[in-house]
Nanobody, 121 residues
Framework: QVQLVESGGGLVQPGGSLRLSCAAS????????MGWYRQAPGKQRELVAT???????NYSDSVKGRFTISRDNAKNTVYLQMNSLKPEDTAVYYC???????????????WGQGTQVTVSS
């Protein structure tokens, strides 16, 4: 089994900062992509920031310059530093990983349970 466990969400005022963490655990052989998506009420889930194959980083245009994704490969952990937060950043943030559990297993997508981020005064 593989689990993605997020932490770090909460309530913050506009202009504030939060740091999200996501740790992947379980039977993991290789992680090919890992990052963050978010879903606001009444909207589709959207990409926020991800590491992809070849260590490429993708950011949503709406968060470029404000959010920074980083990772600790030894801990299978990815972080999202969110600065200059805006009310429109309010959403449930989901950790995502595309990984292999080892020889004989197909690569699969895994999702965390989500963590709420609310930006409000």
């Amino acid at each position: 089994q593989v689990q993605l466990v997020e932490s770090g969400g909460g309530l913050v005022q506009p202009g504030g900062s939060l740091r999200l963490s996501c740790a992947a655990s379980g039977s993991i052989s290789s992680i090919y992509a890992m990052g963050w998506y978010r879903q606001a009420p009444g909207k589709q889930r959207e990409l926020v920031a991800t590491f992809t194959r070849g260590d490429k980083i993708n950011y949503s245009d709406s968060v470029k310059g404000r959010f920074t994704i980083s990772r600790d490969n030894a801990k299978n952990t990815v972080y999202l530093q969110m600065n200059s937060l805006k009310p429109e950043d309010t959403a449930v943030y989901y950790c995502y990983a595309h990984l292999s559990r080892g020889w004989g297993y197909a690569t699969e997508d895994y999702w965390g349970q989500g963590t709420q981020v609310t930006v409000s005064s």
